[in-house]
């Protein structure tokens, strides 16, 4: 028992999990600073304002990257060894991202007035989406750059990189919000990764790879077509997870008031705090490490040993999280938030199956399991914007979080029914999809 438990401490997981705290920590404090400064200054109806427009800001991200960024994942991971493919997978995934991006942002630019009234409920707001179109390019070519990290597993770069992007867009933040209220925080929400690409310029202009023989060739059919597959998976995602979100929001807003509408919004930033400690572990180590794997012994013994590592972490987190939850209002918001409190357990039960199914998808994109992710992503998009209506007419605005912890178990034992004979069958020796 000790050996394993030993043996649990030395893992990669851990090392990488370790690795990954310090730029996590630094993450959440600024995160933590940003959150507490917006809802100090703009109340709870701003919250609700800018989770509306952040639901909107990561669908156009991931139109603007083509949706590849986990496929440069996978495929930098695979052929990092071999100079002449990892030069093709890059350069065409730098090519789309510019493409669609230009593209994308101009979309933006043309219908801003309209998309201000749909999306932020006034046409007053229209410079914001001009903002977002003009900063887009750099918003995905950063997400691009650290794509490639992330599949090369330069673990210490991406961590450096992360801490410092992330106190520079703390900095810029703050400074537009203070100076310019819900004005400045909405201006922010759709910049501030642009801003940080310059950032991280500056530090990988010395690696060898960051250059015009390695970034910029040819256009491949065959390259581009493999990640037209993670391209359909990510926008999916994009077109449902944040759209179920909108929705969601939109119908508190609608049944109850914005400020109601903005404590639901409230527990979201709190769940995103917490989990991005998992997250990141998840998107720096186990994505590229599953992606690596070929034999399904392989791919079974790691996913049975992250389980063995996060529940007991996510466990004890939430426990903590519940217990302590008067203390993390008061820390992150206000006084204002505290009906928030009758949220928090059906958010933080839905959040440890989140994880938990979390753990089984990344096999689905790792391996591009096209097809069945697209399929469970919207079935459950659509499941948890249907669940919530019911919840929310039958027990007001704590319907939300039931529907979000009902939908996430589904989610995960339809996960474990999908991926049944891998987990549960020992004999599997063949090669992975």
């Known amino acids: 028992m000790i ?4 043996n649990l401490l030395t893992s990669d997981l851990i090392k990488v999990f370790s690795l990954t705290s310090l730029s996590t920590v630094i993450k959440l404090l600024t995160s933590y600073i940003t959150v507490k400064v917006v809802a100090a200054l703009v109340g709870p109806a701003g919250i609700a304002l800018i989770g509306q427009l952040q639901n ?13 960024n986990n496929g440069v994942v996978r495929y930098v991971s695979e052929f990092k060894g071999e100079k002449s493919s990892f030069k093709k997978y890059i350069q065409n995934g730098l090519k789309i991202t510019i493409y669609l991006s230009i593209f994308s942002g101009g979309l933006l630019i043309l219908f801003s007035s309209f998309l201000s009234q749909w999306v932020l409920l006034d046409h007053q707001y229209y410079y914001v989406f001009v903002f977002l179109g003009c900063s887009l390019l750099f918003l995905s070519l950063n997400n691009f750059l650290l794509s490639i990290l992330n599949g090369l597993q330069e673990f210490k770069k991406f961590v450096i990189i992360n801490i410092t992007t992330s106190i520079i867009g703390l900095l810029f933040t703050v400074f537009l919000v203070m100076n310019y209220n819900l004005r400045g925080a909405l201006v922010a929400t759709v910049t501030y990764q642009s801003v940080v690409f310059f ?3 500056f530090f990988l202009k010395k690696v060898n790879w960051f250059s015009k023989a390695y970034l910029w060739g040819k256009m491949n059919r065959e390259i581009v077509k493999k990640y037209f ?8 995602s994009a077109a449902t997870i944040p759209v179920s979100q909108l929705l969601v929001r939109g119908y508190l807003i609608q049944e109850f008031t914005v400020e109601k509408a903005g404590f639901w919004e409230g527990m979201n930033r709190i769940s995103g705090l917490y989990l991005m400690l998992f997250t990141t ?6 994505l590229p490490k599953l992606s690596e794997l070929k034999s399904h012994h392989l791919l079974r013994k790691e996913i049975l040993n992250t389980y063995k590592i996060i529940t007991p972490l996510i466990c004890i987190s939430l426990l903590l999280i519940y217990l302590l ?4 209002i008061n820390v992150l918001f ?3 938030f505290y009906p928030m409190k009758e949220l928090f357990l059906w958010q933080l039960a839905g959040d440890f199956f989140k994880i938990m199914s979390w753990i089984l998808a990344f096999l689905m994109v790792a391996k591009s399991m096209t097809k069945i992710y697209i399929i469970t992503e919207i079935i459950f998009s659509g499941l948890l914007v249907v669940l919530s209506y019911y919840f929310i007419n039958k027990y007001g605005v704590i319907g939300a979080t039931q529907s979000y912890c009902l939908n996430y178990f589904i989610y995960f034992v339809v996960m474990v029914i999908i991926f049944r004979k891998l987990l549960f069958k020992t004999n599997l020796n063949s090669a992975a999809t």
């Open 281 to 286: 572990s998840f998107s720096v180590y186990y």
């Open 229 to 236: 597959s993670y391209s359909l998976m990510a926008l999916v």
């Open 325 to 328: 939850k008067d203390v993390v």
């Open 56 to 68: 909107f800001t990561t669908i156009f991200a991931t139109l603007g990257s083509g949706g590849i």
């Open 334 to 336: 206000t006084k204002e």
């Open 3 to 6: 050996k394993k438990f030993k």
């Open 199 to 201: 950032g991280t310029v």
